[in-house]
């Protein structure tokens, strides 16, 4: 079965610094897809960065990027200038086959002004 | 493009009753999936239906059923509320769920509470 795991329930940054959160996942198959999405207070669940397993090269959206290892099967997001708007939980999801995916527990991001 | 919306945003309902949820996917998604997030389990899968079929259903009684329409829009059913069935229920849509990878875009969520 596969699973994800987020080992920090909670994470603080000063505005403008660098964060990293953490995940990893577990699965037997070669291909899948990683995900992170953001769920500020509104609890809309908005898609940050995707990452295709069969990729070596890291994802980049603005901001945000990933650094995957998928031999150590790790999906770490860095946020690089952190604003104020970034605070949100944040969630680590991964899919396989099947439409479903599989979420972390979530990390809690605060940015201190 | 308008997104995933989700009827009613907020919801109240007495243990014993049923409550009938409502998703219209993003314009062009055929795919529909269903999550429940509550803080003690997190986020779960609860099914996917592509063109008026489930495709995957995930480990919930069958107190919880869904269906999805012609048109794409899709409703979940919880029937015999129970005072756990409290939680945001969250619906996603995707292209096409024959391709996996095809990405899933959230709506806001209907938040239902269970007295």
């Known amino acids: 079965a596969q699973t994800v795991t987020q080992s920090q329930p909670e994470m603080s940054v000063q505005e403008a610094e660098t964060v990293t959160l953490s995940c990893t996942y577990d699965t037997s198959e070669s291909d899948y897809y990683l995900f992170w999405y953001k769920q500020p207070p509104s609890r809309q669940m908005i898609l940050v960065i995707r990452?295709?397993?069969?990729?070596?090269q890291n994802a980049t959206e603005n901001r945000f990027s990933v650094n995957f290892q998928k031999a150590a099967k790790s999906f770490s997001l860095k946020i690089s200038d952190s604003q104020l708007g970034d605070a949100a939980m944040y969630f680590c999801a991964m899919i396989q086959g099947a439409q479903k995916l599989v979420f972390g527990q979530g990390t809690r991001l605060t940015i201190n002004p | 493009k308008a997104g995933v919306t989700q009827t009613p945003r907020y919801l109240i309902k007495t243990r014993g009753q049923q409550v009938t949820l409502s998703c219209s996917p993003i314009?062009?998604?055929?795919?529909v999936s269903w999550y429940q997030q509550t803080p003690g389990q997190g986020l779960q899968f609860l099914f996917e239906y592509f063109s008026e079929t489930q495709r995957n259903k995930g480990n919930f009684p069958g107190r919880f059923s869904g269906r999805q329409f012609s048109n794409s829009r899709s409703e979940m059913n919880v029937s015999t509320l129970e005072l756990g069935d409290s939680a945001l229920y969250l619906c996603a849509s995707s292209l096409a769920p024959a391709l996996y990878q095809e990405t899933q875009y959230f709506g806001p969520g209907t938040r239902l509470l269970v007295l």
């Open positions: 990452q295709e397993a069969y990729k070596q």
């Open positions: 314009s062009g998604h055929r795919s």
